[in-house]
Nanobody, 124 residues
Framework: QVQLVESGGGSVQAGGSLRLSCAVSGDAFSTYCAAGWFRQAPGKEREGVAVIDSDGSTRYADSVKGRITISQDNAKNTLYLQMNSLKPEDTAMYYC?????????????????WGQGTQVTVSS
């Protein structure tokens, strides 16, 4: 049974930073190719923010390139999202996802496991 638990969300002012963590129980990292972070703002569809493959390759949404970094600690079974220079448009519920057999995909339905989400609010 794979479970994902996010932490690290909160409220910050524009320009601030947050680091999200996702603790993964089970062997999702070693069994599947990709894991990543998605976000969903009210009234909008869930969108991919950043994904990482088992070999460490990464892919980012254009809107976050240069500001957000995804990383993975296999020893700790933990996925991270370091977010810098945050903007009000980054406000959303952020979800950790794992269990995609399609590498570097930002298609949400490709991910088998999801966390409960952590809220990020950026004020101007």
């Amino acid at each position: 049974q794979v479970q994902l638990v996010e932490s690290g969300g909160g409220s910050v002012q524009a320009g601030g930073s947050l680091r999200l963590s996702c603790a993964v129980s089970g062997d999702a990292f070693s069994t599947y190719c990709a894991a990543g972070w998605f976000r969903q703002a009210p009234g909008k569809e869930r969108e991919g923010v950043a994904v990482i493959d088992s070999d460490g390759s990464t892919r980012y949404a254009d809107s976050v390139k240069g500001r957000i970094t995804i990383s993975q600690d296999n020893a700790k079974n933990t996925l991270y999202l370091q977010m810098n220079s945050l903007k009000p448009e980054d406000t959303a519920m952020y979800y950790c996802a794992a269990g995609s057999s399609l590498c570097l995909t930002m298609i949400a339905r490709r991910y088998r496991y999801w966390g409960q989400g952590t809220q990020v609010t950026v004020s101007s």
